[in-house]
């Protein structure tokens, strides 16, 4: 895990434009967005899937560096005050806090134009289809019925009750496609996947996913703003429907693990290749931050 | 010009996701940025250089309603209340005003994510290739180095006084670089084009976005808000650099129809096929609103 982290370190570095480069400020506060935090979950998961395939590194780092970009600019909209406005992430003060409001809305706007831009990179694979059908996953995920979706539905369900099946309608959209689509882009950075094959990984990203949010909202409820380097209690303070209101702590935790063991089955059958991805799921579901 | 804007209200109508599809709200907010108003000229560009290269109509849609949400949902942000904060927008309420601020932000998102989904289309085209030097065409042209960029500028610009390659160099990334990149969408839409015409093309296209920008500065000095459909004189009231500001009314006015002339010439020596394109340089150069 710790190599993956620092390689992707370094190539979000080489693959976000230089803070000399005009404009400057713009580029400054895409990099401070991006760069020095976050336990880089999404790379991690395309990796793992790559190695599943024989993907070859270089092709995984810009389709790890695409999906951490979408993810690093939903953290900055969100954050936003006409969002959740909070001046916490990553154990820094939000991007608009650090900067301003106008640069944190154009930084992740640019950030999300950026993460097309890598997956269209000449040459990035050396069959042009697959690589049309790695944009589409990102699109898809990113969108309006995918991880804005969620967004929007989030907002909507401020301050109501929600029932299980719509927190996780709103869970698979918000962060759980962004997630998904992490590993199956792994998953096309290789030689072609039998659709059996793509089908279980498929399902368990989904579990994955699922399962990553879960315990978000648990860590949002019992663990400390000094551990998570992001404001902690948010969800009861802003009234937020979480699986931890829905179902209470102990049984939230149940329902992780439940998650965790389906991921597991989904990959049953598959050889020594998907090591990583079972270790993944182990990690996001007993990760303390 | 009629017959390709009416087509194209009835394509983004058709590509957008229906009102009815949850979560609604936003997809309805999406609507409002895209439908019912604008010139359209993206995608008249689009279409125009399509015309040089025997695109099909279907392919130009899709690209041209690619650009369009691009644009689109850079008005949404852009009259946001951190950016510009405005409350008309062609003839209507802005986005936010409309609906609210964290709507309008998601709805650009959500926009900005739609244009590269539709471009990933899968069979767009015949061939992948192409389908990916589109993406990377249109992902260039709307980030930190092209248009989002240019915003950027602006705001870094306001109150202050520029010189005429300072001015120009902000609005070569705020309007030109995406009427650029429809010009050259367009223009990738059918047969392969010989390096030295896509050249000459991509420097008409230049031309014709500078001129695009300095009308607009001549129109917000000169004309009214009701002609406009946007508020008049906002940039005088913001004290923005512009053309006018810079070079005075006259001036401006004559740089403009040298812009026309150096698009127009940029064409010489390419056949009929490049009738449309001529046209509108004439278009964008005369426009009253």
Do not use: N
């Not at 370190?9 to 935090?37: C, S």
Request: aromatic share 4%; with cysteine.
């Amino acid at each position: 895990m710790g190599q993956v982290q620092t390689r992707m370190e370094q190539a979000l570095k080489r693959l976000l434009p230089g803070p000399e480069i005009a404009p400057q400020r713009l580029h400054q506060a895409m990099r401070y967005a991006v760069l020095g935090g976050g336990k880089r979950v999404r790379p991690l998961l395309c990796f793992a899937a790559g190695q599943l395939v024989g993907a070859p590194p270089q092709r995984l780092e810009t389709a790890a560096a695409a999906v951490e970009m979408i993810h690093a600019y939903s953290l900055v909209h969100d954050d936003l005050p006409c969002m959740d406005d909070d001046t916490l992430r990553r154990g820094k003060p939000t991007c608009h806090v650090e900067y301003d409001e106008a640069t944190a809305l154009l930084a992740g706007d640019s950030l999300q134009a950026l993460a097309f831009q890598l997956l269209a990179e000449l040459g990035l694979c050396a069959d042009p289809g697959p690589q049309v059908a790695m944009l589409r996953i990102l699109a898809q995920a990113a969108g309006s019925r995918g991880m804005a979706g969620g967004q929007a539905i989030d907002l909507e369900s401020t301050g109501k009750t929600l029932s299980l099946p719509e927190l996780e309608f709103m869970h698979i959209h918000k962060t759980g496609a962004l997630i998904r689509a992490s590993v199956l882009l792994g998953a096309h950075c290789g030689d072609a996947l039998d659709p059996a094959i793509l089908e279980r990984i498929s399902r368990y990203a989904h579990c994955v996913g699922l399962a990553f949010q879960v315990i978000d909202d648990v860590l949002d409820s019992e663990s400390s703003t000094a551990v998570l380097g992001k404001t902690a209690g948010k969800d009861a303070a802003q009234q937020k429907p979480t699986y931890v209101s829905l179902l209470g702590p102990i049984k939230a935790k149940e329902w992780a693990e439940s998650l965790r063991m389906q991921s597991r089955e989904a990959l049953s059958g598959i050889d020594a290749g998907a090591g990583r991805l079972r270790e993944l799921a182990d990690f996001i579901v007993t990760r303390q931050f």
